[in-house]
């Protein structure tokens, strides 16, 4: 048989066909979207789940920040998971507060002009909500007034509908086009779109300029740089998903994504630092 | 300079590079589109642009049309991509069981006219059990032909020993495998993979877990696990990262990535 992949000679004989892109500059600050901080219900063997093992693992893969959330405001209840994000980074400006959120209905949690203020008080600066899990909808007549609270603070909101693998039917694409098209000023983030999501997603980018996407899981061949093309490289954000996923797929997928390096900064990190900026100051650290 | 792996990938080098130098192939890719996926740039020129960017030097791939539709036009058209891209692409001929008449003429003419490689099945696609009649013509073909099998699944790792075990001769690729970690389905592959040295695991998913693939290498060992990507259903910038990042020596970085597949192909010689 021949030997192809043997042989010099063949590659030799290739003339390369790819687009003229850079390799990023080492400028470029990396700024997780997507992370998750404390102990949760499934846990991989030596993955970091304290404040100060997340930041090496962080850095082990050339990310500098992160914004997290608290494995508890999702696994057990988002007012204890909440304060006890705020009491472990504390001492760290790289993590970045992200509070979890309900609906105020069943007194469960405030009303949305409270808890609103007190993130506002706390230098929190953005908003997650996970409907699958807590069992609520993604509608306006579940969530309209705390939506009009984060809109009204341009809080930029993380939709999580706790899909993993091919379960991303899970994901409510009727309720993202009628909170995004309600709500012009929220920023809205739709966390791990994946392989099955394209013809559902474009179609809300391109009638949503709000709405941008979250890459942890985005597996799209060469999907990065499409997104960048269609809608612009300011709607996509990078994201690991650490500690549940491996933070190294996410990094290549985009350090080798085809576009520019001005492109590549703004997915990396420059997105996420312009959309918390838009919620107000950084907490104070106590350092 | 030499640089690390992961380094080289972190600041998006191709890893074919001088700096690095990196034989990487893909084992397991298609070709044209899916029903159910968005794959824009699924021709081979699309392709070859992104393999260009990661440093991959080949990539192996069947047809979706093969898998899906018709198998003899998605063969030939893997045939003409491996006929213009020597060396950066080769071909799996896809069989499909259940044209069961056709299947020796199917493998002869991929394999000996048409300049495809190796054999691609998809069970579960097909519909068809891996260890079914038609199957076994398949198995008992590529024995004699000394040859590769990529399959989506051959079933079980019981079933998989003993077509590893009654056709020793032929190499039998178990796609996806070694990607999602659990200790029960990883102790079974390892006592049958300790057996047969004829089973090899690739790890493409979309889905890629905290330290799956280091415990993938201690269950089985990095000489039996092979870089695939399954692009264009995933992105092969994104799996790459499977390995580049890894907590794994270099020396097994640069066996899964390639060093595996090149020692397949020139057993075969």
Same mark, same amino acid.
């Given at each position: 048989?021949?030997?192809?992949?043997?042989?010099?000679? $063949?590659?030799?004989?290739?003339?390369?066909?790819?687009?003229?892109?850079?390799?990023?500059?080492?400028?470029?600050?990396?700024?997780?979207?997507?992370?998750?901080?404390?102990?949760?219900?499934?846990?991989?063997? %030596?993955?970091?789940?304290?404040?100060?093992?997340?930041?090496?693992?962080?850095?082990?893969?050339?990310? $500098?920040?992160?914004?997290?959330?608290?494995?508890? $405001?999702?696994?057990?209840?988002?007012?204890?998971?909440?304060?006890?994000?705020?009491?472990?980074?504390?001492?760290?400006?790289?993590?970045?507060?992200?509070?979890?959120?309900?609906?105020?209905?069943? %007194?469960?949690?405030?009303?949305?002009?409270?808890?609103?203020?007190?993130?506002?008080?706390?230098?929190?600066?953005?908003?997650?909500?996970?409907?699958?899990?807590?069992?609520?909808?993604?509608?306006?007549?579940?969530?309209?007034?705390?939506?009009?609270?984060?809109?009204?603070?341009?809080?930029?909101?993380?939709?999580?509908?706790?899909?993993?693998?091919?379960?991303?039917?899970?994901?409510?694409?009727?309720?993202?086009?009628?909170?995004?098209?309600?709500?012009?000023?929220?920023?809205?983030?739709?966390?791990?779109?994946?392989?099955?999501?394209?013809?559902?997603?474009?179609?809300?980018?391109?009638?949503?300029?709000?709405?941008?996407?979250?890459?942890?899981?985005?597996?799209?061949?060469?999907?990065?740089?499409?997104?960048?093309?269609?809608?612009?490289?300011?709607?996509?954000?990078?994201?690991?998903?650490?500690?549940?996923?491996? /933070?190294?797929?996410?990094?290549?997928?985009?350090?080798?994504?085809?576009?520019?390096?001005?492109?590549?900064?703004?997915? /990396?990190?420059?997105?996420?630092?312009?959309?918390?900026?838009?919620?107000?100051?950084?907490?104070?650290?106590?350092? | 300079?030499?640089?690390?792996?992961?380094?080289?990938?972190?600041?998006?080098?191709?890893?074919?590079?001088?700096?690095?130098?990196?034989?990487?192939?893909?084992?397991?890719?298609?070709?044209?589109?899916?029903?159910?996926?968005?794959?824009?740039?699924?021709?081979?020129?699309?392709?070859?642009?992104?393999?260009?960017?990661?440093?991959?030097?080949?990539?192996?791939?069947?047809?979706?049309?093969?898998?899906?539709?018709?198998?003899?036009?998605?063969?030939?058209?893997?045939?003409?991509?491996?006929?213009?891209?020597?060396?950066?692409?080769?071909?799996?001929?896809?069989?499909?069981?259940?044209?069961?008449?056709?299947?020796?003429?199917?493998?002869?003419?991929?394999?000996?006219?048409?300049?495809?490689?190796?054999?691609?099945?998809?069970?579960?696609?097909?519909?068809?059990?891996?260890?079914?009649?038609?199957?076994?013509?398949?198995?008992?073909? #590529?024995?004699?032909?000394?040859?590769?099998?990529?399959?989506?699944?051959?079933?079980?790792?019981?079933?998989?020993?003993?077509?590893?075990?009654?056709?020793?001769?032929?190499?039998? +690729?178990?796609?996806?495998?070694?990607?999602?970690?659990?200790?029960?389905?990883?102790?079974?592959?390892?006592?049958?993979?300790?057996?047969?040295?004829?089973?090899?695991?690739?790890?493409?998913?979309?889905?890629?877990?905290?330290?799956?693939?280091?415990?993938?290498?201690?269950?089985?060992?990095?000489?039996?696990?092979?870089?695939?990507?399954?692009?264009?259903?995933?992105?092969?910038?994104?799996?790459?990262?499977?390995?580049?990042?890894?907590?794994?020596?270099?020396?097994?970085?640069?066996? +899964?990535?390639?060093?595996? #597949?090149?020692? +397949? #192909?020139?057993?075969?010689?």
């Amino acid at each position: 048989m021949t030997e192809p992949f043997l042989s010099d000679k $063949a590659a030799g004989a290739y003339a390369p066909m790819q687009k003229k892109v850079e390799t990023q500059s080492s400028s470029t600050e990396w700024y997780d979207a997507e992370c998750r901080l404390g102990v949760a219900k499934l846990h991989k063997p %030596g993955a970091p789940s304290t404040a100060e093992a997340l930041m090496t693992e962080l850095a082990s893969n050339g990310i $500098a920040r992160a914004l997290v959330y608290h494995a508890d $405001a999702v696994g057990y209840d988002p007012a204890v998971g909440n304060r006890r994000l705020l009491d472990e980074i504390a001492d760290n400006p790289a993590l970045e507060p992200c509070w979890v959120l309900l609906p105020h209905h069943t %007194g469960e949690f405030p009303p949305p002009d409270i808890v609103v203020a007190q993130m506002l008080a706390k230098g929190v600066r953005a908003a997650r909500v996970f409907p699958r899990t807590f069992r609520f909808a993604f509608r306006l007549w579940n969530l309209g007034e705390l939506l009009s609270a984060l809109a009204a603070h341009q809080i930029p909101l993380w939709v999580d509908f706790g899909h993993d693998g091919w379960s991303e039917e899970s994901i409510d694409y009727e309720g993202l086009h009628e909170v995004c098209g309600t709500f012009p000023a929220l920023p809205v983030v739709l966390v791990r779109p994946n392989i099955g999501s394209d013809r559902r997603v474009y179609a809300l980018m391109a009638q949503h300029p709000n709405l941008h996407v979250e890459t942890s899981y985005y597996t799209v061949h060469r999907g990065i740089e499409l997104l960048c093309e269609m809608f612009g490289p300011e709607r996509v954000l990078f994201g690991t998903g650490l500690p549940h996923r491996a /933070a190294g797929p996410a990094v290549t997928a985009l350090a080798y994504s085809l576009i520019d390096d001005a492109a590549r900064a703004l997915v /990396a990190g420059g997105n996420l630092a312009r959309l918390l900026d838009l919620a107000g100051t950084s907490r104070s650290v106590s350092v | 300079m030499t640089l690390l792996i992961q380094e080289a990938a972190r600041r998006g080098l191709a890893l074919s590079g001088d700096s690095i130098a990196c034989q990487v192939i893909d084992a397991h890719a298609h070709l044209g589109r899916c029903p159910d996926i968005h794959a824009a740039h699924g021709d081979a020129e699309g392709m070859l642009a992104s393999m260009d960017r990661i440093g991959i030097r080949t990539t192996c791939l069947s047809s979706f049309q093969a898998l899906g539709g018709d198998y003899r036009r998605g063969n030939e058209a893997v045939a003409d991509a491996v006929r213009r891209y020597p060396g950066r692409v080769m071909g799996y001929a896809v069989i499909n069981p259940n044209y069961s008449d056709d299947i020796e003429r199917e493998i002869s003419r991929c394999l000996d006219d048409l300049g495809l490689f190796a054999v691609k099945l998809h069970p579960t696609y097909h519909g068809v059990s891996p260890d079914a009649p038609a199957y076994h013509r398949v198995y008992t073909m #590529m024995q004699v032909r000394r040859g590769v099998i990529l399959s989506h699944t051959f079933g079980d790792p019981g079933t998989l020993e003993r077509l590893a075990a009654g056709y020793p001769d032929v190499t039998f +690729i178990e796609a996806h495998t070694a990607a999602a970690y659990t200790p029960r389905v990883a102790e079974s592959y390892a006592v049958v993979m300790a057996a047969r040295f004829n089973i090899y695991l690739d790890m493409c998913l979309s889905r890629v877990y905290y330290g799956d693939l280091e415990q993938w290498v201690d269950a089985v060992g990095a000489d039996r696990l092979l870089f695939g990507t399954d692009v264009p259903f995933n992105d092969n910038a994104h799996q790459i990262g499977r390995v580049t990042h890894a907590a794994i020596s270099e020396v097994d970085k640069r066996a +899964i990535l390639g060093g595996n #597949m090149v020692r +397949i #192909m020139r057993g075969r010689e």
